[in-house]
Protein backbone atom coordinates (compact mmCIF):
# COMPACT_ATOMS: atom_id res chain seq x y z
CA UNK A 1 0.00 0.00 0.00
CA UNK A 2 1.11 3.43 -0.45
CA UNK A 3 1.59 5.71 1.92
CA UNK A 4 -1.31 8.57 2.19
CA UNK A 5 -1.04 11.44 3.93
CA UNK A 6 -3.57 11.58 6.87
CA UNK A 7 -5.99 14.46 6.46
CA UNK A 8 -7.73 16.22 9.74
CA UNK A 9 -9.93 17.67 7.89
CA UNK A 10 -11.29 16.92 4.52
CA UNK A 11 -13.72 20.06 2.47
CA UNK A 12 -15.31 19.64 -0.34
CA UNK A 13 -17.29 21.61 -2.38
CA UNK A 14 -18.91 23.24 0.60
CA UNK A 15 -21.64 25.64 0.36
CA UNK A 16 -23.23 27.18 3.41
CA UNK A 17 -26.21 29.38 2.39
CA UNK A 18 -28.65 31.89 5.08
CA UNK A 19 -31.54 32.52 2.62
CA UNK A 20 -30.49 33.89 -0.44
CA UNK A 21 -27.02 35.27 1.10
CA UNK A 22 -23.99 32.67 0.18
CA UNK A 23 -21.50 32.78 3.22
CA UNK A 24 -19.64 30.05 1.81
CA UNK A 25 -19.41 29.72 -2.10
CA UNK A 26 -18.19 25.81 -2.73
CA UNK A 27 -14.93 25.24 -1.43
CA UNK A 28 -12.34 22.68 -0.96
CA UNK A 29 -9.46 22.31 1.12
CA UNK A 30 -7.93 19.34 3.36
CA UNK A 31 -5.73 20.10 6.48
CA UNK A 32 -3.12 17.50 7.26
CA UNK A 33 -3.14 16.00 10.55
CA UNK A 34 0.07 17.40 12.39
CA UNK A 35 -0.50 21.21 10.24
CA UNK A 36 -0.55 24.82 11.48
CA UNK A 37 -2.95 26.06 9.46
CA UNK A 38 -4.06 29.80 9.36
CA UNK A 39 -7.35 30.88 8.16
CA UNK A 40 -7.57 34.89 7.08
CA UNK A 41 -9.92 37.10 5.55
CA UNK A 42 -11.66 40.31 6.02
CA UNK A 43 -14.58 40.75 8.26
CA UNK A 44 -17.60 38.74 6.90
CA UNK A 45 -15.58 36.75 4.47
CA UNK A 46 -17.04 33.49 5.47
CA UNK A 47 -14.15 32.27 7.69
CA UNK A 48 -16.58 31.93 10.74
CA UNK A 49 -19.15 30.20 8.85
CA UNK A 50 -16.68 27.70 7.99
CA UNK A 51 -15.22 26.91 10.82
CA UNK A 52 -19.05 26.49 12.98
CA UNK A 53 -19.45 23.71 10.06
CA UNK A 54 -16.30 22.14 11.02
CA UNK A 55 -16.65 22.38 14.67
CA UNK A 56 -19.78 20.73 14.35
CA UNK A 57 -22.36 23.58 14.70
CA UNK A 58 -23.71 24.71 11.52
CA UNK A 59 -24.99 21.84 9.12
CA UNK A 60 -23.83 22.93 5.57
CA UNK A 61 -26.16 23.72 2.68
CA UNK A 62 -24.34 21.63 0.03
CA UNK A 63 -20.86 19.49 -0.40
CA UNK A 64 -18.89 17.14 1.54
CA UNK A 65 -16.69 18.04 5.27
CA UNK A 66 -14.84 15.08 6.67
CA UNK A 67 -13.39 16.09 10.05
CA UNK A 68 -10.66 13.96 12.35
CA UNK A 69 -12.70 10.82 9.40
CA UNK A 70 -15.99 11.42 11.17
CA UNK A 71 -18.68 13.21 8.61
CA UNK A 72 -22.19 14.89 8.99
CA UNK A 73 -23.91 11.51 8.09
CA UNK A 74 -22.25 10.19 11.82
CA UNK A 75 -23.78 12.92 13.43
CA UNK A 76 -22.41 16.73 14.90
CA UNK A 77 -21.89 15.03 18.13
CA UNK A 78 -19.05 12.88 16.90
CA UNK A 79 -17.92 15.77 15.20
CA UNK A 80 -18.12 17.85 18.34
CA UNK A 81 -15.57 15.52 20.19
CA UNK A 82 -13.05 15.59 17.64
CA UNK A 83 -12.75 19.45 18.25
CA UNK A 84 -11.17 21.82 20.54
CA UNK A 85 -12.02 25.59 20.30
CA UNK A 86 -10.04 28.41 22.17
CA UNK A 87 -11.18 32.23 21.92
CA UNK A 88 -9.05 34.90 24.40
CA UNK A 89 -12.30 36.17 24.81
CA UNK A 90 -14.41 33.10 25.10
CA UNK A 91 -13.25 30.11 26.45
CA UNK A 92 -12.35 30.77 30.71
CA UNK A 93 -15.30 32.22 32.81
CA UNK A 94 -13.97 34.78 35.02
CA UNK A 95 -15.61 34.44 38.05
CA UNK A 96 -14.90 31.15 38.55
CA UNK A 97 -11.64 29.41 39.86
CA UNK A 98 -9.66 27.23 37.56
CA UNK A 99 -10.52 24.28 39.23
CA UNK A 100 -14.40 25.33 38.51
CA UNK A 101 -13.94 25.76 35.33
CA UNK A 102 -11.89 22.57 34.18
CA UNK A 103 -14.57 20.88 36.49
CA UNK A 104 -17.47 23.13 34.38
CA UNK A 105 -15.94 22.26 30.63
CA UNK A 106 -15.71 18.51 31.82
CA UNK A 107 -19.17 18.34 32.16
CA UNK A 108 -20.19 19.82 29.13
CA UNK A 109 -18.01 17.25 27.62
CA UNK A 110 -19.02 14.38 29.63
CA UNK A 111 -15.41 13.33 31.05
CA UNK A 112 -14.98 11.10 33.32
CA UNK A 113 -13.79 12.31 36.93
CA UNK A 114 -10.70 10.02 37.25
CA UNK A 115 -10.00 11.10 33.37
CA UNK A 116 -10.90 15.00 33.89
CA UNK A 117 -7.90 14.58 37.08
CA UNK A 118 -5.51 13.16 34.83
CA UNK A 119 -5.87 15.23 31.95
CA UNK A 120 -5.78 18.21 34.60
CA UNK A 121 -2.19 16.92 35.90
CA UNK A 122 -1.30 16.42 32.52
CA UNK A 123 -1.88 19.79 31.39
CA UNK A 124 -0.84 21.61 33.67
CA UNK A 125 2.42 20.29 33.78
CA UNK A 126 2.24 20.82 30.27
CA UNK A 127 1.68 24.71 30.51
CA UNK A 128 3.85 25.05 33.48
CA UNK A 129 1.25 26.29 36.19
CA UNK A 130 2.39 26.46 39.12
CA UNK A 131 -0.59 28.92 41.22
CA UNK A 132 -3.32 27.08 43.27
CA UNK A 133 -6.22 25.39 41.65
CA UNK A 134 -8.54 28.05 43.01
CA UNK A 135 -6.94 30.98 41.73
CA UNK A 136 -9.50 33.37 40.03
CA UNK A 137 -9.68 33.42 36.40
CA UNK A 138 -9.78 37.20 36.50
CA UNK A 139 -6.73 37.11 38.94
CA UNK A 140 -4.51 35.22 36.28
CA UNK A 141 -2.17 37.21 34.23
CA UNK A 142 -2.87 37.45 30.18
CA UNK A 143 -0.50 35.37 29.63
CA UNK A 144 -1.02 32.88 31.72
CA UNK A 145 -5.13 33.08 30.85
CA UNK A 146 -4.26 32.64 27.56
CA UNK A 147 -2.51 29.15 28.26
CA UNK A 148 -5.03 28.06 30.96
CA UNK A 149 -7.61 28.64 28.41
CA UNK A 150 -5.45 26.55 25.75
CA UNK A 151 -5.42 23.61 28.56
CA UNK A 152 -9.59 24.07 29.25
CA UNK A 153 -10.03 24.13 25.17
CA UNK A 154 -7.81 20.72 24.86
CA UNK A 155 -9.41 18.91 28.08
CA UNK A 156 -11.28 15.95 26.28
CA UNK A 157 -8.19 15.32 23.83
CA UNK A 158 -9.42 16.81 20.96
CA UNK A 159 -7.21 15.92 17.40
CA UNK A 160 -8.09 19.27 16.18
CA UNK A 161 -7.97 22.20 17.90
CA UNK A 162 -9.18 26.16 16.68
CA UNK A 163 -7.78 29.26 18.10
CA UNK A 164 -9.23 32.39 17.34
CA UNK A 165 -6.94 35.49 17.48
CA UNK A 166 -5.20 33.34 20.28
CA UNK A 167 -1.88 35.67 21.64
CA UNK A 168 -3.83 39.22 20.94
CA UNK A 169 -2.97 41.99 23.56
CA UNK A 170 -0.48 39.51 25.18
CA UNK A 171 2.97 40.48 25.76
CA UNK A 172 5.46 39.26 23.50
CA UNK A 173 7.19 37.30 25.79
CA UNK A 174 3.87 35.31 26.84
CA UNK A 175 3.21 35.04 23.04
CA UNK A 176 6.51 32.86 22.04
CA UNK A 177 6.14 30.77 25.20
CA UNK A 178 1.89 30.20 23.79
CA UNK A 179 3.26 29.65 20.26
CA UNK A 180 6.05 27.09 21.73
CA UNK A 181 3.47 24.93 23.02
CA UNK A 182 0.89 25.31 19.98
CA UNK A 183 4.20 23.64 17.92
CA UNK A 184 4.95 20.85 20.85
CA UNK A 185 0.79 19.68 20.03
CA UNK A 186 1.49 19.85 16.55
CA UNK A 187 4.40 17.81 17.09
CA UNK A 188 2.32 15.12 19.04
CA UNK A 189 -0.03 15.03 15.97
CA UNK A 190 -2.74 17.46 17.17
CA UNK A 191 -4.16 20.00 13.87
CA UNK A 192 -4.06 23.18 14.37
CA UNK A 193 -6.43 25.94 12.89
CA UNK A 194 -5.39 29.30 13.65
CA UNK A 195 -8.03 32.15 12.61
CA UNK A 196 -6.54 35.66 13.08
CA UNK A 197 -6.12 39.37 12.18
CA UNK A 198 -2.70 39.42 13.84
CA UNK A 199 -0.31 38.64 10.74
CA UNK A 200 2.50 38.07 13.66
CA UNK A 201 -0.07 35.23 14.42
CA UNK A 202 -0.67 34.03 10.87
CA UNK A 203 3.45 34.19 9.95
CA UNK A 204 3.74 31.54 12.55
CA UNK A 205 1.19 29.27 10.21
CA UNK A 206 2.85 26.28 8.23
CA UNK A 207 -0.10 27.35 5.50
CA UNK A 208 -2.49 29.76 5.36
CA UNK A 209 -5.60 30.20 3.33
CA UNK A 210 -7.31 33.44 2.51
CA UNK A 211 -11.10 34.14 2.00
CA UNK A 212 -12.55 36.35 0.27
CA UNK A 213 -16.23 36.97 -0.01
CA UNK A 214 -17.12 32.98 0.79
CA UNK A 215 -14.53 31.88 -1.66
CA UNK A 216 -10.63 30.65 -1.05
CA UNK A 217 -8.56 32.89 -3.00
CA UNK A 218 -5.50 31.52 -2.28
CA UNK A 219 -3.64 29.12 0.05
CA UNK A 220 0.09 28.43 0.19
CA UNK A 221 2.83 28.88 3.06
CA UNK A 222 3.63 32.58 4.42
CA UNK A 223 6.83 33.16 2.42
CA UNK A 224 5.23 31.32 -0.85
CA UNK A 225 2.39 33.63 -0.42
CA UNK A 226 4.89 36.65 -0.55
CA UNK A 227 6.60 35.02 -3.19
CA UNK A 228 3.97 34.62 -5.32
CA UNK A 229 2.01 37.44 -4.45
CA UNK A 230 5.11 40.35 -4.73
CA UNK A 231 7.23 39.04 -7.94
CA UNK A 232 9.06 42.29 -7.54
CA UNK A 233 10.37 44.09 -4.59
CA UNK A 234 8.14 46.63 -1.95
CA UNK A 235 10.15 50.04 -2.01
CA UNK A 236 9.87 51.59 0.91
CA UNK A 237 10.15 55.35 1.09
CA UNK A 238 11.32 57.23 4.19
CA UNK A 239 10.90 61.31 4.03
CA UNK A 240 14.28 63.20 4.03
CA UNK A 241 12.42 66.47 5.70
CA UNK A 242 8.85 67.81 4.77
CA UNK A 243 7.68 66.68 1.27
CA UNK A 244 5.35 68.30 -0.95
CA UNK A 245 2.22 67.60 -0.34
CA UNK A 246 1.70 67.14 -3.78
CA UNK A 247 4.16 64.87 -4.70
CA UNK A 248 2.83 61.71 -2.98
CA UNK A 249 -0.61 62.19 -5.24
CA UNK A 250 1.86 62.69 -8.31
CA UNK A 251 3.48 59.11 -7.84
CA UNK A 252 0.08 57.65 -7.23
CA UNK A 253 -0.50 58.51 -10.78
CA UNK A 254 2.87 57.69 -12.39
CA UNK A 255 2.72 55.00 -15.13
CA UNK A 256 6.08 53.65 -13.04
CA UNK A 257 3.55 53.05 -9.88
CA UNK A 258 1.46 50.22 -9.30
CA UNK A 259 0.63 51.55 -5.69
CA UNK A 260 1.58 53.85 -3.16
CA UNK A 261 0.36 53.40 0.63
CA UNK A 262 1.17 55.38 3.70
CA UNK A 263 2.72 53.42 6.42
CA UNK A 264 3.20 55.64 9.22
CA UNK A 265 6.00 58.73 8.54
CA UNK A 266 6.89 56.19 5.84
CA UNK A 267 5.56 55.05 2.15
CA UNK A 268 4.96 51.89 0.63
CA UNK A 269 5.62 51.60 -3.21
CA UNK A 270 4.56 49.02 -5.38
CA UNK A 271 6.25 49.05 -9.06
CA UNK A 272 4.39 48.41 -11.76
CA UNK A 273 7.14 49.08 -14.87
CA UNK A 274 10.55 48.63 -13.60
CA UNK A 275 12.61 50.46 -16.21
CA UNK A 276 10.09 53.41 -15.84
CA UNK A 277 10.89 53.44 -11.79
CA UNK A 278 14.66 53.45 -12.44
CA UNK A 279 14.30 56.96 -14.13
CA UNK A 280 11.40 58.05 -11.18
CA UNK A 281 13.32 56.87 -8.38
CA UNK A 282 16.33 59.17 -9.36
CA UNK A 283 14.34 61.97 -9.71
CA UNK A 284 12.33 61.45 -6.13
CA UNK A 285 15.79 60.75 -4.52
CA UNK A 286 16.26 64.56 -2.99
CA UNK A 287 13.21 63.58 -1.22
CA UNK A 288 13.22 60.54 -0.17
CA UNK A 289 15.60 57.61 1.52
CA UNK A 290 14.72 55.01 -0.46
CA UNK A 291 15.25 50.96 -0.33
CA UNK A 292 13.88 47.60 -0.78
CA UNK A 293 12.31 45.82 1.57
CA UNK A 294 10.34 42.21 1.67
CA UNK A 295 6.66 42.08 1.51
CA UNK A 296 5.29 41.53 4.67
CA UNK A 297 2.28 39.37 4.93
CA UNK A 298 -0.09 42.24 5.70
CA UNK A 299 0.70 43.45 2.45
CA UNK A 300 0.11 39.95 0.88
CA UNK A 301 -3.29 39.97 2.74
CA UNK A 302 -4.34 43.72 1.49
CA UNK A 303 -3.13 43.04 -1.85
CA UNK A 304 -5.30 39.61 -2.53
CA UNK A 305 -8.19 40.85 -0.34
CA UNK A 306 -8.60 44.10 -2.57
CA UNK A 307 -7.90 42.23 -5.61
CA UNK A 308 -5.76 45.38 -7.03
CA UNK A 309 -4.69 43.69 -10.35
CA UNK A 310 -1.08 44.47 -11.56
CA UNK B 1 -9.18 83.23 16.56
CA UNK B 2 -6.11 81.26 16.66
CA UNK B 3 -6.83 77.97 16.44
CA UNK B 4 -6.64 75.41 19.32
CA UNK B 5 -3.64 73.34 19.43
CA UNK B 6 -3.51 70.88 22.69
CA UNK B 7 -0.31 69.41 24.26
CA UNK B 8 -0.15 67.57 27.60
CA UNK B 9 2.41 67.49 29.87
CA UNK B 10 2.37 64.45 32.43
CA UNK B 11 4.65 64.39 35.58
CA UNK B 12 5.64 61.42 37.98
CA UNK B 13 1.46 60.17 37.24
CA UNK B 14 0.99 57.21 40.01
CA UNK B 15 -2.16 55.42 40.48
CA UNK B 16 -3.53 52.20 42.01
CA UNK B 17 -6.49 50.30 41.48
CA UNK B 18 -7.50 48.03 43.97
CA UNK B 19 -4.17 46.14 44.43
CA UNK B 20 -2.87 46.54 41.07
CA UNK B 21 -0.45 49.52 40.57
CA UNK B 22 -2.05 50.38 37.38
CA UNK B 23 0.76 53.28 36.76
CA UNK B 24 3.95 54.04 38.63
CA UNK B 25 5.59 56.69 38.36
CA UNK B 26 4.94 57.91 34.67
CA UNK B 27 6.23 61.06 32.81
CA UNK B 28 5.74 62.01 29.80
CA UNK B 29 5.17 64.86 26.64
CA UNK B 30 2.65 64.37 24.72
CA UNK B 31 3.50 66.95 21.70
CA UNK B 32 0.77 69.72 20.05
CA UNK B 33 -0.37 68.07 16.88
CA UNK B 34 1.07 65.13 16.93
CA UNK B 35 0.13 61.31 16.54
CA UNK B 36 1.18 59.37 19.90
CA UNK B 37 0.92 55.77 20.04
CA UNK B 38 1.03 54.40 23.73
CA UNK B 39 2.01 50.87 23.14
CA UNK B 40 1.66 47.60 25.62
CA UNK B 41 0.14 44.40 26.24
CA UNK B 42 -2.95 43.86 27.99
CA UNK B 43 -2.47 45.13 31.71
CA UNK B 44 -0.21 47.71 30.71
CA UNK B 45 -2.17 50.66 31.96
CA UNK B 46 -3.25 52.12 28.79
CA UNK B 47 -6.57 52.76 30.14
CA UNK B 48 -6.19 54.12 33.41
CA UNK B 49 -3.09 56.40 31.66
CA UNK B 50 -5.89 57.55 28.98
CA UNK B 51 -8.42 58.16 32.23
CA UNK B 52 -6.06 59.92 34.06
CA UNK B 53 -5.41 62.33 30.93
CA UNK B 54 -9.59 62.61 30.28
CA UNK B 55 -10.04 63.67 34.17
CA UNK B 56 -12.04 60.37 34.62
CA UNK B 57 -9.94 59.25 37.04
CA UNK B 58 -7.83 61.55 39.98
CA UNK B 59 -4.10 60.15 40.24
CA UNK B 60 -2.84 59.19 43.73
CA UNK B 61 0.10 61.62 42.69
CA UNK B 62 1.99 63.15 40.48
CA UNK B 63 0.54 66.03 37.51
CA UNK B 64 -1.51 66.33 34.20
CA UNK B 65 -0.62 69.90 32.62
CA UNK B 66 -2.53 71.11 29.66
CA UNK B 67 -0.61 73.53 26.96
CA UNK B 68 -2.45 75.63 23.92
CA UNK B 69 0.49 76.83 22.05
CA UNK B 70 3.00 75.98 24.46
CA UNK B 71 1.39 77.90 27.42
CA UNK B 72 -0.40 76.32 30.22
CA UNK B 73 -4.14 76.07 30.24
CA UNK B 74 -6.78 74.90 32.45
CA UNK B 75 -8.37 71.47 31.65
CA UNK B 76 -11.75 72.92 32.21
CA UNK B 77 -11.57 75.56 29.69
CA UNK B 78 -11.04 73.59 27.01
CA UNK B 79 -12.74 70.20 27.99
CA UNK B 80 -15.18 70.49 25.38
CA UNK B 81 -12.53 70.06 22.60
CA UNK B 82 -11.29 66.93 23.96
CA UNK B 83 -12.93 63.94 22.18
CA UNK B 84 -12.69 60.06 23.71
CA UNK B 85 -13.12 57.22 22.05
CA UNK B 86 -13.45 54.56 24.79
CA UNK B 87 -12.61 50.47 24.28
CA UNK B 88 -15.79 49.59 24.64
CA UNK B 89 -17.93 52.35 22.59
CA UNK B 90 -21.67 52.55 23.13
CA UNK B 91 -23.08 53.06 19.91
CA UNK B 92 -26.82 51.89 19.47
CA UNK B 93 -27.32 49.10 17.84
CA UNK B 94 -30.80 49.98 16.27
CA UNK B 95 -29.86 53.34 14.99
CA UNK B 96 -28.30 53.75 11.59
CA UNK B 97 -25.05 55.82 10.88
CA UNK B 98 -27.39 58.65 9.40
CA UNK B 99 -28.90 58.57 13.03
CA UNK B 100 -25.94 58.14 15.36
CA UNK B 101 -24.67 61.04 13.52
CA UNK B 102 -27.73 63.13 13.58
CA UNK B 103 -28.22 62.15 17.99
CA UNK B 104 -24.48 63.20 18.58
CA UNK B 105 -25.33 66.35 16.59
CA UNK B 106 -28.31 67.31 19.06
CA UNK B 107 -25.87 65.36 22.09
CA UNK B 108 -23.35 68.66 21.40
CA UNK B 109 -25.41 71.25 19.97
CA UNK B 110 -23.86 72.01 16.71
CA UNK B 111 -25.21 74.46 14.25
CA UNK B 112 -27.02 72.56 11.25
CA UNK B 113 -24.61 74.61 8.56
CA UNK B 114 -21.67 73.72 10.63
CA UNK B 115 -23.14 70.16 11.36
CA UNK B 116 -24.19 69.45 7.21
CA UNK B 117 -20.82 70.43 6.59
CA UNK B 118 -18.84 67.85 8.67
CA UNK B 119 -20.89 65.05 8.34
CA UNK B 120 -20.10 65.20 4.37
CA UNK B 121 -16.54 65.52 5.23
CA UNK B 122 -16.68 62.99 7.86
CA UNK B 123 -19.22 60.20 5.90
CA UNK B 124 -16.63 60.77 2.44
CA UNK B 125 -13.17 60.50 4.49
CA UNK B 126 -14.18 56.99 6.48
CA UNK B 127 -15.87 55.74 3.13
CA UNK B 128 -18.97 55.32 4.75
CA UNK B 129 -21.33 57.24 2.70
CA UNK B 130 -22.86 54.35 0.90
CA UNK B 131 -24.58 52.95 4.27
CA UNK B 132 -26.03 55.83 6.01
CA UNK B 133 -28.69 53.41 6.61
CA UNK B 134 -27.39 50.69 8.06
CA UNK B 135 -27.96 50.18 11.96
CA UNK B 136 -24.81 50.25 13.86
CA UNK B 137 -25.74 46.34 14.84
CA UNK B 138 -25.18 45.10 10.94
CA UNK B 139 -21.90 47.16 10.60
CA UNK B 140 -18.51 45.09 9.86
CA UNK B 141 -15.91 45.55 13.14
CA UNK B 142 -14.17 47.78 11.58
CA UNK B 143 -17.33 50.15 9.73
CA UNK B 144 -18.47 49.88 13.57
CA UNK B 145 -15.01 51.72 14.79
CA UNK B 146 -15.19 53.75 12.23
CA UNK B 147 -18.80 55.42 13.09
CA UNK B 148 -17.28 55.59 16.57
CA UNK B 149 -14.65 57.91 16.06
CA UNK B 150 -17.09 59.88 13.49
CA UNK B 151 -19.30 60.32 16.26
CA UNK B 152 -16.30 61.39 18.25
CA UNK B 153 -14.71 63.64 15.55
CA UNK B 154 -17.98 65.64 14.92
CA UNK B 155 -17.43 68.30 17.43
CA UNK B 156 -14.20 68.72 15.49
CA UNK B 157 -11.60 68.51 18.76
CA UNK B 158 -8.57 69.84 18.98
CA UNK B 159 -7.75 66.22 20.63
CA UNK B 160 -8.48 62.90 20.17
CA UNK B 161 -7.88 59.88 22.63
CA UNK B 162 -8.84 56.36 21.24
CA UNK B 163 -8.46 52.97 23.93
CA UNK B 164 -7.65 49.99 21.21
CA UNK B 165 -9.73 51.41 18.33
CA UNK B 166 -8.33 48.59 16.14
CA UNK B 167 -8.21 45.38 18.32
CA UNK B 168 -10.21 42.60 16.60
CA UNK B 169 -10.27 44.71 13.23
CA UNK B 170 -9.21 43.23 9.99
CA UNK B 171 -5.89 44.15 8.51
CA UNK B 172 -7.82 46.23 5.31
CA UNK B 173 -9.74 48.21 7.70
CA UNK B 174 -6.52 48.36 10.45
CA UNK B 175 -4.83 50.13 7.85
CA UNK B 176 -7.88 52.49 6.34
CA UNK B 177 -8.16 53.36 9.96
CA UNK B 178 -4.90 54.48 10.20
CA UNK B 179 -4.91 56.37 7.00
CA UNK B 180 -8.29 58.49 8.33
CA UNK B 181 -6.06 59.43 11.74
CA UNK B 182 -2.95 60.67 9.68
CA UNK B 183 -5.47 62.83 7.66
CA UNK B 184 -6.51 64.25 11.00
CA UNK B 185 -3.12 64.10 12.23
CA UNK B 186 -1.96 66.91 9.45
CA UNK B 187 -4.98 69.33 10.90
CA UNK B 188 -2.54 70.03 13.80
CA UNK B 189 -5.26 67.56 16.20
CA UNK B 190 -3.34 66.09 18.98
CA UNK B 191 -3.92 62.07 18.62
CA UNK B 192 -3.70 59.52 21.67
CA UNK B 193 -4.10 55.91 20.45
CA UNK B 194 -3.82 53.28 22.93
CA UNK B 195 -3.10 49.79 21.14
CA UNK B 196 -1.46 46.27 22.06
CA UNK B 197 -0.45 45.49 18.83
CA UNK B 198 2.92 46.53 18.44
CA UNK B 199 3.19 46.58 14.53
CA UNK B 200 1.03 49.80 15.38
CA UNK B 201 4.21 51.67 16.82
CA UNK B 202 5.89 52.18 13.79
CA UNK B 203 2.30 54.13 11.80
CA UNK B 204 3.12 56.94 14.76
CA UNK B 205 4.95 60.01 15.20
CA UNK B 206 6.22 59.09 18.85
CA UNK B 207 6.14 55.66 20.53
CA UNK B 208 5.16 55.62 24.45
CA UNK B 209 6.18 51.59 25.38
CA UNK B 210 4.28 50.96 28.17
CA UNK B 211 4.55 47.78 30.61
CA UNK B 212 3.10 46.90 33.82
CA UNK B 213 2.67 50.55 34.70
CA UNK B 214 5.96 51.71 34.03
CA UNK B 215 7.06 53.35 30.50
CA UNK B 216 9.93 51.29 29.08
CA UNK B 217 10.97 53.28 26.31
CA UNK B 218 9.89 56.49 24.18
CA UNK B 219 10.35 58.63 21.36
CA UNK B 220 10.25 58.18 17.49
CA UNK B 221 9.36 54.81 16.34
CA UNK B 222 12.90 54.15 14.86
CA UNK B 223 14.86 56.10 16.93
CA UNK B 224 13.52 54.01 19.99
CA UNK B 225 14.62 50.41 17.94
CA UNK B 226 18.14 52.33 17.34
CA UNK B 227 18.64 53.29 20.60
CA UNK B 228 17.44 49.96 22.01
CA UNK B 229 19.49 48.16 19.17
CA UNK B 230 16.42 45.65 18.38
CA UNK B 231 14.43 45.06 15.15
CA UNK B 232 11.07 45.54 16.04
CA UNK B 233 9.02 46.31 19.55
CA UNK B 234 8.29 42.59 19.95
CA UNK B 235 12.21 41.88 20.25
CA UNK B 236 12.24 45.41 22.94
CA UNK B 237 9.77 43.18 25.10
CA UNK B 238 11.86 40.39 24.86
CA UNK B 239 14.93 41.96 25.56
CA UNK B 240 13.59 43.77 28.64
CA UNK B 241 12.28 40.16 29.86
CA UNK B 242 15.44 38.83 29.65
CA UNK B 243 17.42 41.50 31.58
CA UNK B 244 14.88 40.84 33.74
CA UNK B 245 13.28 44.60 33.69
CA UNK B 246 9.94 42.79 33.28
Known sequence: MTNIPVNAVDVSNLTVKFGDFIAVNNISFSVEKGEIFGFLGANGAGKTTTIRVLCGLLLPTSGKVKVSDVTYEQGIEAIKAKVGYMSQKFTLYNDLSIHENFAFTASLRKIPSDTLKRRTKELLEFIGFSKPMNTLVRDLPGGIKQQVSLAASILHDPEIIFLDEPTAGVTPVARARFWALIKQLAKDGKTIFVTTHYMDEAEQCGRIALMRTGKIIALDGPENLKKTTFPEPIIELNPKGTIPSELIEQLRINKAVDSIDSYGMKYHLIIKDPQEWNQLSINIAPYFVIRQIPPSLEDVFIRLVEGVTR | ?246
Open chain 2, 1 to 246: MQQMSIGIKISNIKKKLGPNQALDGVSTHFEEGLLHGLIGPEGAGKTTLLRTLLNLLTPDEGTVQFTNHGANIDYNSIRSSIAYMPQQQSLYGDLSISEHLDFFRDLYQIPQDVYLKRREELLHITRLDKFIDRPAGKLSGGMYKKLGLMCALLQSPAAILLDEPTNGVDPISRREFWDLLHRLSKENILIIFATAYMDEAERCDRVHILSTGSLIAEGTPRGVLERENVESYDALFIKRAAEGVL
